[in-house]
């Protein structure tokens, strides 16, 4: 009996081995599809803000701007926030002028250098090496060129606009223009600046940080813009008498 037994014993427990086996496979299995969902389920859960398919720094032109806006050197985004500020509380709090302040700079640093230069000869007998300034061509052409460039750029986006095709882009604009009238009419131009240069340094960063939290609040944000502006077309754009240009065409 015991002989018949032994092998019923050990099939039993290769079987329950096997069985454990391929268990946890299966259960493996399920684990990394699960892990990994399909590429077509996650872009549809993924919603970004503006329908941005690129990280946060490369929308800001991926350079060393972006860098500066998103503080990755935050010795550099300091120093540039702070010297912000520090000329709009010396132009707009203290009400020092720009030309004062030019002039006071030069007869500054004309005195200190004057100074200078007769101690150095007094005391060396040999007179002080000042070094040349200039501000090289290079960079100042290159600013130019990307200046002239946006502002035509800009230029024929207006054009655009006004040519009739975009009617939503269009009450867009006049939306955005408005708002900037008003907000000009409350604070001067250096003011406005110094407000954009600080959002410029602050909302990135954030957005950065909590881009997890800030784009379903988004995604939801532009459902109701588009439901209100489908209701705002039905009940008042659609109704606007539009001119004969098919008819025109066809003639």
């Known amino acids: 009996m015991a002989d018949h037994e032994e092998p019923k014993g050990g099939e039993s427990i290769m079987e329950k081995i096997a069985e454990k086996i391929h268990a946890h496979d299966s259960s493996s299995s399920d684990d990394s599809d699960d892990d990994n969902p399909a590429p077509s389920e996650v872009k549809a859960k993924i919603y970004r803000l503006f329908g941005r398919e690129q990280p946060v720094h490369k929308v800001l032109g991926g350079g060393k701007s972006a860098d500066v806006l998103l503080w990755r050197n935050k010795k550099i985004s300091a120093g540039a926030l702070g010297v912000a500020t520090a000329i709009w509380v010396l132009f707009e709090l203290i009400e020092y002028h720009f030309l004062t302040l030019v ?6 640093g004309l005195a200190i250098l004057f100074l200078w230069s007769n101690a150095t000869t007094f005391i060396h007998k040999t007179p002080p090496h000042i070094p ?6 290079k960079p100042v052409l290159e600013f130019a060129s990307v200046l002239s460039f946006e502002i035509n750029r800009a230029i024929a986006t207006l054009r655009e606009i006004a040519s009739g095709r975009d009617l939503k882009k269009f009450l867009l604009v006049i939306a955005v223009f408005w ?3 008003i907000v000009g009419s409350c604070c001067n131009f250096l003011t406005l600046f110094y407000l954009v240069f600080v959002l410029l340094h602050t909302v990135p960063v954030l957005y950065e940080k909590y881009e997890d939290k800030v784009d379903p609040f988004a995604e939801k944000a532009t459902i109701e813009i588009k439901k209100q502006y489908a209701v705002f077309d039905e009940k008042v754009l659609s109704k606007i008498p539009k001119g004969p240009l098919k008819d025109k065409k066809k003639v």
């Open 103 to 108: 002039c006071h700079g030069l007869i500054l």
């Open 179 to 181: 708002v900037m009238s």
């Open 132 to 137: 040349e300034v200039s501000i090289p061509e």
